[in-house]
């Protein structure tokens, strides 16, 4: 069965070869749409599992609103089908994530269940008031940096491949494309989300949203004090990395009715929908 990684990027070259490390344990097929202008682009073309790489400047007078936005993965989507054809599963990469669980054995297993859809539990790690007088910029590692993290959302990252799929070009805020069948998975792997990495990192980051058409995160910041929260906004609870993720682990996870139930201990108004 084949395992495709779909990858966006924009501007992460001080950890994008951090997570290409960890995505290609799992993946040899990643198509890339990147809108960087620093040495992302550079470094990922360096790995041979990148099987295609299209820049956003090749698309851009394409799209709706002039912006890269989540329906832009229709131009990944069509291109590894095209290469590939309609077998296996894609999985949703970006540059500043970092998968806990392992998702071929997670697809693996959502093939035996006959799904066709799978719900990833998303855990925002971001720089604590705690680390206000680190020296994190020493720290290479964005897993060892940065260890405060909020328990998020659900987001649909992985899908069967199958003809009929298609995302459409100006959407935002969804990265499931259309054509997708209606059972999910029965668990909620994890992974981790590494936007917020160090105050340079954010700073550049807010620049680069308010200049160019890709559509990128970021804190609203204006100084390196700002950089430091005690929880991040929209976010009820933070909690300080130790090995585990706890009761959002697989083994600790529990009826799907009482995972919806807990997620209002952590985010103020329900986001998403995890049955779709």
Partial sequence: MQHIGLMMTCNEEDCIEEVMNEHIKYFDKILVL???????EEIIRSYSQVKYFLKDKEIIDKLPGHRVRDGARQFLLAKAQELYGYDGWFTLL???????????????QAEKDRAEKINWYVMNFFLHTSDTDKNLEAIKSV???????????????????????????????KVMPEGIGWKMYRHYPIYKHYPYRSVSQMLKKKQQHNKEAFSVSYLDVEDKKQCFRDVLPGFKQAREFDGSFHEFEIKNQGSI?????????????????PFG
Avoid: M
């Fill in 143 to 173: 897993q060892e940096r940065v260890r405060w993290y909020c328990p998020g959302f659900l987001e649909i990252r992985q899908f069967k491949n199958k003809q009929g799929l298609h995302y459409e070009l100006d959407r935002h805020a």
């Fill in 257 to 273: 009715a009482w995972r919806w139930l807990r997620s209002y201990r952590y985010l103020p108004i329900q986001i998403g929908n």
């Fill in 34 to 40: 990147d809108g960087s202008s620093d040495r992302t």
């Fill in 94 to 108: 970006h540059g500043d994530e970092i998968f806990y669980d392992n998702p071929v054995k997670i697809a693996e």
